[in-house]
């Protein structure tokens, strides 16, 4: 895990919080997404670690602080080592 930082709709796919980044970038572009209590735009917006992202899943907001960025879209176990939950 070198890279200190990662496109916000990157990461939304890594950490598998959307199937594709096409989607990520949907839900970013509606302004669905918050990082650090601002709503965000720009897919180009950089997470890193420490980060905290709100986001609709499942008709509830989610809000997690990111531990580390992921590499690569693998495994759930994987995906979820890269967040914590905080609400």
């Known amino acids: 895990m070198a890279d200190t930082t990662l496109r916000l709709d990157q990461f939304l796919c890594f950490a598998r919080f959307a199937k594709t980044r096409s989607l990520a970038q949907a839900l970013i572009g509606e302004g669905h997404i918050r990082l650090d209590g601002r709503t965000i735009h720009k897919s180009s917006a950089q997470v890193k ?5 709100g986001l609709p899943v499942g008709g509830a907001v989610r809000v997690v602080r ?3 960025i992921p590499l690569r879209r693998g495994p759930v176990p994987e995906a979820q080592s890269c967040y914590t939950d905080l609400v």
């Open 49 to 53: 670690v420490g980060s905290v992202l």
């Open 66 to 68: 990111v531990n580390a």
